[in-house]
């Protein structure tokens, strides 16, 4: 594998975790997931998913690192946090930042948000300017998540798994403005570390809006692509739903991010597990 594509595939274990939300519930509860990160059935490496909510305030944290051959070549990796608040059902970023890096590369994006609008906004080294990349305008960072807030799934209501995919994800991750289109294809039965049950499974659409390089083929194959999806599993003594299977179709295979173990602690936060 091209060392540039392995080091694309280290932030993937971030981005494609974002495929999934728009809001917390007023609750206490932990969450911490393990998932394994394969392309065409080979494992390239890990992500780690841990955070608590408490009451109206939320925190969640992510790692990803490319493991074996190609790990030993590229040394990809990323992290990321976000933290935010909960009012009325509604989401209310307050902070993210992400990290990403390889042997030849490294890249940090930090954000300020208040009331779903972007106050300020820093990535080093600033995004490279391109005649065909789409200008990013003030309306675009308004009405928008950051990637990683955007993992939890409120399913309100009797909407149940259907009203979990049926919904639109407005993304903003510092540097690009696109939308994840999210609709119900069905459901099934898993089981794994920490759940067995039924999950929903959705199919997702890329839509870039700003931030993009036009005439990209990569752009062109990600907005075609149809073969995109996820699968949500219920967190237990909340209304949530979260991924525990990403399946995304690249230029060079097949890559999926699946939990290995799934564990929720229904009541207690993450800050009260660590005291």
Request: aromatic share 4%.
């Amino acid at each position: 594998m091209k060392p540039a594509i392995a080091s694309s595939l280290a932030g993937l274990g971030l981005s494609m975790l974002a495929l999934a939300s728009s809001a917390l519930p007023a609750a206490a509860a932990s969450l911490d997931a393990k998932y394994e990160v394969s392309l065409l059935g080979l494992s390239l490496g890990t992500a780690h998913l841990s955070g608590g909510i408490n009451g109206g305030s939320y925190k969640i944290d992510v790692v990803a690192k490319l493991t074996g051959l190609v790990g030993s070549f590229t040394g990809g990796r990323g992290s990321g946090a976000a933290t935010g608040n909960v009012s009325g059902g509604r989401l209310s970023p307050a902070t993210f930042a992400v990290t990403s890096a390889s042997s030849s590369e490294s890249r940090t994006v930090r954000m300020a948000l208040d009331g779903n609008a972007v106050q300020a906004v820093a990535v080093e080294p600033p995004v490279d300017s391109k005649p065909d990349r789409v200008p990013l305008t003030d309306s675009h960072k308004r009405n928008v998540v950051d990637p990683l807030s955007a993992f939890l799934m409120p399913v309100e209501g009797k909407g149940g798994p259907n009203a979990a995919c049926n919904r639109t994800l407005p993304i903003f991750d510092g540097a690009a403005r696109y939308d994840i289109k999210l609709s119900y294809s069905g459901s099934r039965q898993v089981k794994l570390d920490g759940y067995s049950g039924p999950v929903a499974i959705c199919q997702a659409r890329y839509v870039p809006i700003a931030g993009h390089r036009s005439l990209r083929p990569s752009t062109k194959f990600m907005t075609e692509n149809r073969d995109i999806n996820t699968w949500l599993a219920p967190v237990a003594g909340t209304n949530m739903m979260v991924p525990v299977r990403i399946s995304v179709r690249t230029m060079v295979g097949t890559a999926v991010i699946e939990a290995s173990s799934f564990k929720v602690d229904p009541g207690v936060t993450a800050s009260a597990i660590k005291n």
